[in-house]
Nanobody, 122 residues
Framework: QVQLVESGGGLVQTGGSLRLSCTAS????????MGWYRQAPGKERELVAT???????NYADSVKGRFTISRDNTKNTVYLQMSSLKFEDTAVYYC????????????????WGQGTQVTVSS
């Protein structure tokens, strides 16, 4: 079994910064893409940013230039540095990872964290 545990959410004022972390643990042979998604009240979950295991990144247009995704493969951890936060960034942020649980596993499986709340006050 694989668990993804997020941390770092909280309440911040407009223009402020937060750093989210997500660590994968459990039965892990390798991890492919990792990423962050968010879901605001009454809206569908949307992509924020993803990063491949060799560091290639992809961002939603709404966060480009403000958010930075990174990862530490030695710690099975992905980070999201959020700056210049806006009210509309308020959401539950979810970590996502594609994990190959063992050498015998034939494919990668998709896992989600439990989510961490980010609230930006205007």
């Amino acid at each position: 079994q694989v668990q993804l545990v997020e941390s770092g959410g909280g309440l911040v004022q407009t223009g402020g910064s937060l750093r989210l972390s997500c660590t994968a643990s459990g039965s892990i042979f390798s991890i492919n893409d990792m990423g962050w998604y968010r879901q605001a009240p009454g809206k569908e979950r949307e992509l924020v940013a993803t990063i491949t295991n060799d560091g290639r990144t992809n961002y939603a247009d709404s966060v480009k230039g403000r958010f930075t995704i990174s990862r530490d493969n030695t710690k099975n951890t992905v980070y999201l540095q959020m700056s210049s936060l806006k009210f509309e960034d308020t959401a539950v942020y979810y970590c996502n990872a594609y994990v190959r649980p063992s050498a015998h596993a034939g494919r990668f499986y998709n896992y989600w964290g439990q989510g961490t709340q980010v609230t930006v006050s205007s």
